[in-house]
């Protein structure tokens, strides 16, 4: 098949076998017992720093897409991220569950660590693509990270319970986000699928965003692994950013 023939699909599918992010050694020393539950826990807080980030990037994303008919699905995302107004069912505050769940660490606990830099770059690798990148590119790089988390989520959702840290009755989070992040992939690609097949150009642009998302969210969990037994507390509990807040 020649490139220019390939559809968005086919792109995914390639670039992701390329990177078997699957075969990350977060998943599969999740997996196979080699991950130490309180190390685990470590880079789940970590993690969460990345979830309570994700609307952002995506909201200054939404504003870039030139029509509101082609933004619709993305502000509809945004606004589940915020609980769709209940605030209690926000991502950060379903994941803030998790980590109670898991190890019981509360809020405070988790704003006493300080936020490591592998987490730090991907946060600030998405906002800067969603700003002053093309939209397309920035399409490309969310639409793939969701598509990503959606397997991720099964990998992790089924680890946990796997290692007996959880049981089917009470993981959260990741059972959710196994089958609704399927659709918050589709909504990005439907945006570009049109695109994608009309202009070498776009397609050279929406294709760059695919791969640079995968590598990213690929990148910062074989990270948060290699860091695993890192502690890094703060005496303050301001946010790590003046441009954030802290949650409430
Ligand atoms: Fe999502």
Redesign the pocket.
């Known amino acids: 098949m020649k490139e220019c023939d390939m559809s968005i699909s086919q792109k995914i599918t390639e670039i992701l076998n390329d990177l078997n992010y699957l075969e990350n050694a977060y998943f599969t020393n999740l997996e196979n017992g080699h991950f130490d539950k309180n190390d685990f826990i470590e880079t789940q807080i970590q993690f969460y720093f990345a979830v309570t980030f994700f609307s952002r990037p995506m909201a200054a994303l939404a504003a870039k897409i030139p029509l509101p008919k082609m933004r619709l699905e993305i502000v509809r ?1 945004v606004w ?2 915020h609980g769709e107004g209940n605030f209690k069912n926000a991502h950060a505050h379903t994941f803030e569950e998790l980590l109670k769940r898991l190890g019981n660490v509360s809020v405070e606990d988790i704003q006493k660590r300080a936020l490591w830099p592998e987490v730090r770059l991907f946060n600030t690798a998405l906002i800067g693509i969603s700003v002053l990148d093309d939209y397309m590119t920035g399409i490309g790089v969310m639409g793939i990270i ?1 598509h990503m ?1 959606s397997s991720i989520s099964h990998k992790i959702g089924t680890g946990i319970i796997k290692r007996g840290w959880l049981n089917e009755q009470t993981i959260i989070h990741y059972g959710v ?1 196994e089958k ?2 399927v659709k ?1 992939s589709q909504d990005f690609f439907d945006i570009v699928a049109g695109a994608y097949q009309t202009s070498a150009e776009n397609k050279y642009y929406i294709d760059q965003g695919i791969w640079l998302g995968a590598t990213l969210f690929h990148s910062m969990y074989q990270q948060l692994y290699e860091h695993r037994k890192r502690r890094i507390f703060r005496d303050i509990t301001t946010p790590h950013s003046r441009a954030e807040g802290i949650p409430c």
Do not use: A, G, R
């Open positions: 995302n589940e991220e969701e988390f986000h609704l992040d918050h």
